[in-house]
């Protein structure tokens, strides 16, 4: 590595970068801000078809088969509650009114490949060097690159930084799983509605999922083995499935697929055990989602020719708290890194730390504590810091207060709404000056009601200070700042008034 000196702010090389010695990564955005920071940058990525063949461009999981797709096919569900609610507003619109998938289809597809063109416009424009090339490694500092017709192309690089996500996973033993299943790498990309679905799994991508075809109309049973959520509040993970189930969704709870069987018309029979008394169900569907976890895309990088350590178990990359490897000059960030959160913006956010470490002397490490998330279920449910459950583990419940109450949205009042789910919690210390440790928010545009009071968290805010900021009403999110009773006092928290 040439030393580095000091130009108008940012560190840049004394000499020019040599090419031959790009950085690597994958996807793409995470280390943008290196190529800003003067250095030679190539990205090198390749999207494996899905078992299904299903492929797609430049830009990752979150904006191809994740988070993007996602959002805008939640949005379309959405719209049918809000044509529903039209008429208790004066709209006359035609009930029922009938949705067209390929349509939804075409048209999120379309948003999700402009992005793939903005991604490589934006990597043309900052000189990054792009390879569409499956990566492996050849030994520390170089990776061997083959593409869709099998030309290989060799790299080296000082800095090589791995954020290759991960795939959904397939179970491996039931039978018929692999073969008639799809995943989240393939619902966004149906050109034909999927029509009656069985959902298997039973966390964010199994509720997102299973929440917006039911939203959409469709015939949606969601089976769960264990518990809805693990890991997030589980309060609000009832409550989130509690909604969905009261609005059109199926649980089948406690069971677990054993055989999928096509049938001679196309549709999948699949027979199910419940867990507790080993019963066999079996019902029809015409399509099964897996959403059981994903796993790690370092299968087919060989860190082992570059001395990269994984985790035995999770197979995922582990990792220092400036995101370097086993092998001090190779970094890993996003999904694939062990311990991180599966979660695009925290992978982003530890990307442009790690080029302004690297390039731009800053000293900042990336702080995983209170990243705000959102399910986007058809209620959403929005959270940041400690669920009631991890705040007593730490704390005991003795030294933990809760305030939280029960709301209904303005909007739902004139298209009479069931409001029985509209909940918020503060989960906070209880001596003063009470800092609040997490929030948990489930109602409408939660995301957008989330990412605010997350700042006032990661800024170590009190109860009293969220108490003393004043509300903009009428709004769901000045509940929050409304917040009054404690769990600890009985009381009812049923928000009454306007
Ligand atoms: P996940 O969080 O790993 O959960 C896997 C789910 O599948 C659990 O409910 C698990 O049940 C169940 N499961 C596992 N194996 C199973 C089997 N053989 N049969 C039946 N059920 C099985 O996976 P995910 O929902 O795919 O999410 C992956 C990551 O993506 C998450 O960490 C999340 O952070 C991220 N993500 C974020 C967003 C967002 O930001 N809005 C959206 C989607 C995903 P048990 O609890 O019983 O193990």
Redesign the pocket.
């Known amino acids: 590595m040439p030393a580095p000196s000091q130009v108008g702010g940012a560190t840049r090389e004394a000499r020019p970068p040599d090419p031959r010695r790009p950085l690597l990564c994958s996807p793409t955005r995470p280390l943008l801000p290196a190529a800003q920071l003067g250095r030679h940058v190539a990205v090198v990525d390749y999207v494996e078809p899905s078992p299904r063949g299903t492929r797609w461009g430049l830009g990752g999981t979150c904006v191809n088969v ?2 993007i797709p ?1 959002k805008l096919m939640h949005q379309a569900a959405l719209l049918g509650g809000l044509i529903r609610d039209a008429g208790h507003y004066g709209w006359e619109v035609a009930q029922p009114v009938p949705h067209d998938w390929k349509k939804m289809a075409e048209a999120v597809q379309n948003h999700v490949k402009s992005l793939n063109w903005g991604h490589r416009v934006q990597l043309q424009d900052r000189k990054v060097k792009y390879f569409n090339i499956k990566a492996s490694f050849v030994d520390e500092h170089t990776v061997r690159g083959v593409t869709k017709a099998g030309k290989e192309t060799l790299l080296s690089a000082d800095h090589i930084v791995v954020a290759t996500g991960g795939r ?2 397939y ?1 491996t033993h039931i039978e018929g799983a692999l073969e008639h299943g799809i995943t ?1 790498d393939d619902i966004f990309w149906l050109k034909e509605s999927p029509g009656k679905t069985l959902v ?7 509720l ?1 999922c299973a929440g917006f075809l039911a939203g959409l109309g469709l015939d949606t049973t969601v ?6 959520l ?2 997030f509040d589980q309060q609000m993970a009832s409550l989130v499935t509690e909604h969905m189930e009261t609005h059109g969704t199926r649980f089948l709870r406690g069971c ?2 054993s055989r999928l069987q096509k049938l001679p018309d196309g549709r999948l029979r699949v027979t199910w055990a419940e867990l507790a008394s080993g019963q066999q169900d079996a019902s029809t569907f015409d399509t099964v989602l897996w ?4 796993v790690p895309e370092t299968r087919s990088l060989n860190l082992e020719r570059a001395g990269v350590a994984v985790s035995p178990d999770s197979r995922k990359i582990l990792v220092d708290a400036r995101e370097a490897t086993s092998m001090p000059h190779i970094y890993a960030i996003g ?1 694939v890194a062990e311990g991180r ?4 913006p925290t992978a982003i956010m530890a990307g442009k730390l790690l080029a302004q470490r690297l390039f731009g002397g800053s000293p900042d490490l990336m702080d995983y504590d209170n990243v705000p ?4 279920t058809p209620l959403e449910y929005g959270c940041v810091g400690l669920s009631e459950e991890e705040a007593v583990a730490r704390h005991g419940e003795e030294h933990i207060e809760v305030f939280h109450a029960y709301y209904k949205p303005l909007e739902f009042t004139v298209a009479e709404r069931d409001a029985a789910q509209c909940y918020i919690k503060m989960v906070c210390l209880r001596e003063p000056p009470q800092p609040v440790l997490g929030l948990h928010f489930l109602g409408p545009s939660a995301g957008e009601v989330t990412q605010g009071f997350a700042l006032g968290i990661k800024c170590g805010v009190s109860y009293a200070q969220v108490t003393r900021t004043v509300g903009i009403h009428p709004t769901c999110a000045e509940e929050v700042v409304k917040l009054r009773i404690s769990k600890r006092s009985g009381l009812d928290p049923t928000v009454t008034g306007c």
């Open positions: 994740g988070c996602k959904p996973k179970p989240s298997v799994g039973a966390s964010y991508v199994a997102e089976m769960i083995r264990s518990i809805p693990r890991g677990t697929p959403a059981i976890g994903r999904d959160p599966e979660l695009t998330t959102t399910v986007f």
